[in-house]
Structure formats: C-alpha cells, structure tokens
C-alpha cells in the first residue's frame, strides 16, 4: 500500500477522549475513529491489526473442536424475556414499543445458541460439540472508557461448549484454559503479564477464570501470585485470600486489563429452554454449557497500552498491520527509483508493506513510522544506495544497519519465520 494512496491519515491533534494510549495513539496514527462515545469505526490500518487478532483467535478457537458460526445482532425479547434477562441486564439495548418487532441488540449470545443447539442436537451421541462466532457486541455501558477497552460497540469471540456431563465439561474447559494461554502469548502478551484469575463463579461452579493482563489503565484490580503467574481478582479476595495453586499468602495488588474469560454455566440456560439429551437408557437429561470470551477490540487496546513508547505503537509481529515501513527519504529520482523498486520486489514476493513514497522530509516521514509502529523499517536514501542498502530498523531496537537491497527480502521471511 502507498501512504499517499491510504484512507486515513496521522494526526497531530491529540483526540478529546484521549484518557489513555490506545485511545490517543490509535486515534493519531489513523487506526481507529471516535463516532460517539465507545463507539468506533475501524480504519484500514485498525481493521487490519483487527482481522489479524480475529484470525489468530479463529485458528485457537478451531484447534480446541470450536466449529465457527454467526449469529444475528438483533435477537428476539421473546428469549430475553424466557431467560428472566430482558429486564435484569442492565447493559442490554432494548427496542420496545414496536409491536412484534421488539427485540435487543446481542449483548452476549447464549439466549440465542441454546435454542439453536437444541435445534440439531438430541442424543448422547451428537456430544460434546462446540461453536463459536467473531462478531459485534452492544452493551450500554454505564461508562464507555480507555478507548477500545471498554466500548458500546465492541467485538468479541464467544464460544460455547455443550456436554452430557459435569466430568466432560471439567475436561473442556481446561483444554480452553490452556488453550488461551497459548493464545495470548501468540496474540503478543509476554506470559510474565498473563494472569489466569480466579474470579466469582456464579451457581454452577465456585470461580470462573478470567484472563488479566498487567497494566496500569485496567480496571480489575487483582491479587497475583507472581510464581504461579496465577491470581484472585478483588471481588472475591474475601473468599480466596491465597495463591489456589501453592498457597503463598503474600500476593500483591495490581491492575489488570480482562481480555478473556471462561465460565462454567452448567444447566442454567439449558434449563431456560428446556434443552435436554437422550441417554444411553434413553432418559432425558438436561445439557451442561460452558462459555468462553476473549474481547478481540479490547486485546487490540491492550496491545497498545503494554506496547507503546514515547513516540508510539510498537506492534507485535503476529498482529502488525503491515510486515515492512518502507521509507524513501530526500528529493533524488534515483532514490524514488530505487524505493519504487524495491516496494515492488517485496510485494511480488507476498510482503505486506506499508510504502510512504511522499514527497515529505525525513523528519515528518521517520516521526510517522513511529508511530504507526510496524515492526521493521526500511529506509531507502541517497546514502544507503551508496552501498546499495536499504537501511534496516526494527520498532523495538534503538540501532539500525545498513542490508544489501539483494538480501532484504531473505532476511524480512526470516524475521517473520
Ligand atoms: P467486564 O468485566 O470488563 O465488564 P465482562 O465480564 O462483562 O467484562 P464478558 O461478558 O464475559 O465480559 O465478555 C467477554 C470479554 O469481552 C471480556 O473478557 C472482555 O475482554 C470483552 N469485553 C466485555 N465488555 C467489553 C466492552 N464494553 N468493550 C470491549 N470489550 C469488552
Ligand atoms: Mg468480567
């Protein structure tokens, strides 16, 4: 992609909800854009780092057996109503007064998967099974705040998972425990900053887990063992006032950001919809659920808020909106030239890149790789073609050197391997 060809463009102007990094960085390097308060509209640069997220999510989500799905965001009261939640969920959007057409916009899905799994699934033996969908959820949050951390509109990946037994479900959800794990390591979180947290488990099950990353604009307060890289979130630190794993009492407070989270919802939904499964004597038993969220949005912000410096974003490799920033510096046509050629080279050999042939100063053009943040930068200049370099920088590193153009391309598909 040619800057000069991109949708949107770096901003000087520091935004006016700007109460966090991602919330500013985001905003000036031309990722995402403010409508309404928690509301945003995802530009090129954002929707790319998004669909990255959501991929990395989708490949996690299909290797613990999740098999994806989509379901609708306007979603009957009829169901709201038979869960006991249209008038006890605070956050929901609610349509009334229009007759036949009242409904709400999906706010969290299990009022509308329990009655469509109930739909295909009979006997013991169409279990366990379980769906996911990558889709928009509207909650009417008392607060939109830190950006894409908490918004009105937001995305989010919802599992659930469906069993005939307790035992089954126990299995389930510690391969997804794991599973998430690997997940947020991928998706770029040093596991020194993940914390699976111990958090209240509603009727079915005495905890549900959460996963906490360490930063300072969350808004969980936890209590971390920092050995076990497990911790109690502050809700519940009454009833778990020590490490569930090695008992270590000396657990320190912190702040962290919820990017995922896993619960055990064992037969309440089940039972709202009367969905039961035949077993192997033939007798009706009632279906045992588990559900499982990571807040796509939210990670994106959570990558910012732990990767950022002075000068901006420092995305990971895995979530990065373009592999290479190409850079061409000075006013020579040779150098023009040479960059133009370059760009053309990678982009034959299947590398993202990020061109920005404008006809700027170096200052201007360096200041906006910053911030925009891709991993590597390729500066191509008057000097460097002395050499006939391209000069290499990496975001997260202070030096640079200079790489022979014939040897840019091996050494970019071996700092992607
Ligand atoms: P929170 O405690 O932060 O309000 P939650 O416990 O209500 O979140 P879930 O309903 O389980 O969250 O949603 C699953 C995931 O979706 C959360 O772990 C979080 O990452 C994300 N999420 C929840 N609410 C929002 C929001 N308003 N904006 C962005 N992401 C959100
Ligand atoms: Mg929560």
């Not at 509301?39 to 991929?55: A, D, M, S």
């Not at 509603?202 to 920092?226: K, M, R």
Request: proline content about 3%; glycine content about 8%; overall charge neutral.
């Amino acid at each position: 992609m040619k800057y000069s060809r991109l949708f949107s463009k770096t901003s000087k102007t520091v935004p006016h909800d700007a109460d966090s990094a991602n919330a500013r960085l985001l905003a000036q390097a031309g990722f995402i854009h403010q409508e309404i308060a928690g509301v945003y509209t995802f530009l090129p640069l954002g929707l790319k780092v998004l669909r990255n997220i959501e991929q990395i999510i989708r490949e996690a989500m299909e290797a613990v057996g999740g098999q994806e799905i989509l379901m609708p965001a306007m979603t009957p009261k009829s169901v709201w109503k038979q869960t006991d939640r249209w008038d006890h969920f605070d956050a929901l959007f609610r349509f009334e007064g229009m007759g036949d057409k009242e409904y709400a916009l999906g706010a969290t899905h299990e009022e509308i998967v329990t009655p469509l799994a109930k739909e295909y699934a009979f006997s013991y033996k169409d279990f366990p099974f379980a769906v996911f969908q990558i889709q928009n959820k509207f909650r009417n949050e008392p607060r939109a705040k830190s950006g894409i951390l908490r918004g009105r509109e937001f995305a989010m990946k919802d599992l659930y998972s469906f069993h005939t037994s307790e035992k089954d479900l126990d299995k389930y959800y510690e391969e997804v425990k794991k599973a998430y794990l690997k997940l947020f390591e991928r998706l770029g979180f040093d596991p020194q900053i993940t914390y699976t947290t111990y958090a209240s488990g509603g009727t079915f099950s005495q905890f549900s887990h959460e996963f906490q990353v360490l930063s300072e604009v969350g808004e969980d307060t936890i209590y971390t063992c920092a050995k076990c890289k497990l911790a109690v979130n502050k809700e519940i630190i009454d009833k778990q006032n020590s490490c569930p794993e090695c008992g270590n009492s000396d657990l320190k407070e912190k702040k962290g950001i919820e990017v995922g989270n896993i619960f055990k919802l064992g037969t309440k939904f089940s039972d709202a919809f009367n969905f039961k499964y035949t077993d192997e004597d033939g007798k009706q038993k009632p279906v045992i659920m588990g559900c499982y969220g990571v807040g796509s949005s939210r990670v994106m912000g959570s990558i910012v808020e732990v990767f950022n410096d002075e000068k901006g974003i420092i995305w990971p490799k895995s979530v990065a909106p373009y592999q290479v920033h190409l850079v061409s510096l000075g006013k020579d046509g040779v150098v023009f030239k040479a960059a133009d050629k370059l760009y053309e080279k990678l982009s034959k050999a299947g590398i993202d890149t990020l061109y920005d042939n404008r006809d700027l100063g170096a200052g201007v053009k360096l200041a906006d790789a910053d911030l925009i943040g891709i991993p590597v930068r390729l500066v191509v200049s008057s000097r460097t073609l002395e050499s006939d370099s391209a000069e290499w920088k990496e975001r997260d590193k202070k030096e640079a050197e200079n790489v022979k153009l014939t040897e840019i391309e091996k050494k970019i598909k071996v700092y992607y391997s």
